[in-house]
């Protein structure tokens, strides 16, 4: 096709060029010239005819169909999507006036090309940005969810055993007090040794109901937790020392320094009963093996941690879930209810805090206990625990 252009414009010119010639030599040597001249006129003419056509068309193909042709390369470049080289303007006429329309449009798709390559990019940022936001309130829709049924099971299952433990608590003091009373005279009664021995296992398990029931009451958040700046370190310190001798039977060890005076937002009592389950079961997570028992107790910003880590067995992948739901224990018939890690759960959740079980990369398990700051208070931190500091590093 772009052979067919060129020729033809090339013929037509030559062709107009060659006739108007003819044309104009036979008019003039028909009138003036002779029959010899006329062979040699016509000669001299029809070559001059077959120059000047020659030149013209050179002319045409030079200033149109090569301009042309090559804003059509251009434009089958666009066509194709290849926008990287500018048309050029060589000439002010017509076809340069062509030539800087298409460059003008060139420029106009390149730059709305930009526009919406960047216009893209922004919106892809804004559907990540927004992407990651919903996922991140789907997680905190999802962990809300999880919290309020598991508020909702424990609420359940506290007034479940606040009544029953108010029941047994009724029957098991009577026979607590009968059993005492019976030990204190079994002398003058005459009991045989057999006879005071089982009185003395009825009086153990007696005491032992009595203290599930105990948990049980204090699983019922019968007694509401007081707000008020405690001295964490002390009570930390405090709830070590109770398990000092235990921890030295079972060849465990406490490291990790308590920084003194660290205060927050809590209830001297509920969090002296956290620290001691936590204490407890960790201790019960090394009592075959030994080990050492870690104390981190970090302070900055709005928040306490205090970190218990032990060099345990760990919490095993299909446990970990339940780990804070009351009567889960992995611990063999007697030697827990379940309770103690669902009830340190509750007295940190009324207190604004957490409690959160992980494992530690080393092997063992990790509770970490976070509480609100609070503000140095001389009187409150001298009521607590006096004589902390005699606790074992």
Request: proline share 4%; hydrophobic share 40%.
């Amino acid at each position: 096709m772009k052979k067919r252009i060129r020729l033809s414009i090339k013929l037509s010119s030559f062709t107009v060029s060659m006739v108007v010639l003819s044309m104009l030599a036979s008019f003039y040597l028909t009138r003036t010239a002779s029959g010899a001249d006329i062979t040699a006129w016509v000669f001299i003419f029809s070559v001059i005819s077959l120059v000047v056509g020659l030149l013209y068309t050179l002319f045409l193909d030079r200033n149109i169909t090569v301009p042309v042709q090559t804003l059509v390369d251009y434009t089958s470049r666009m066509v194709d999507n290849d926008f990287r080289e500018p048309v050029p303007v060589d000439s002010a006429d017509e076809i340069g006036s062509l030539a800087e329309a298409i460059e003008a449009m060139r420029r106009s798709i390149v730059e709305q090309r930009r526009s919406l390559e960047e216009l893209n990019e922004q919106l892809d940022a804004k559907v990540e940005a927004r992407t990651r936001e919903l996922e991140q309130a789907l997680d905190n829709l999802r962990r809300t969810q999880e919290e309020l049924l598991k508020a909702e099971k424990l609420a359940s299952i506290g007034r479940l055993a606040g009544g029953i433990a108010h029941e047994i608590n009724n029957p098991s003091g009577i026979i607590l007090t009968r059993t005492g009373m019976l030990l204190e005279t079994a002398g003058e009664a005459g009991l045989s040794p057999d006879q005071v021995a089982a009185l003395q296992v009825i009086d153990r398990q007696v005491r032992r109901i009595s203290r599930i029931t105990g948990d049980l009451l204090m699983f019922s958040r019968m007694t509401p937790m007081a707000r008020q700046p405690v001295d964490v370190s002390r009570i930390l310190a405090w709830s070590c020392t109770t398990y000092a001798e235990r921890a030295k039977e079972l060849r465990i060890r406490f490291e990790g320094d308590i920084p003194p005076n660290v205060m927050a937002t809590g209830d001297p009592g509920g969090l002296e009963q956290v620290f001691g389950n936590l204490i407890k079961n960790a201790l019960d997570a090394m009592e075959e093996t030994g080990g050492t028992l870690l104390r981190v107790v970090e302070a900055g910003g709005e928040h306490v941690r205090v970190r218990i880590e032990d060099t345990g067995p760990g919490i095993p992948p299909d446990v970990l879930p339940r780990i804070f739901d009351p009567f889960f224990t992995t611990k063999k018939v007697g030697k827990g209810t379940g309770l103690g890690l669902a009830i340190s759960y509750g007295i940190l959740e009324e207190l604004g805090g957490s409690l959160v079980a992980c494992n530690r990369d080393q092997g063992g398990a990790v509770f970490t206990v976070t509480l609100l700051a609070a503000g140095r208070d001389d009187d409150v931190q001298a009521a607590i625990m006096p004589g902390w500091e005699g606790v074992i590093s």
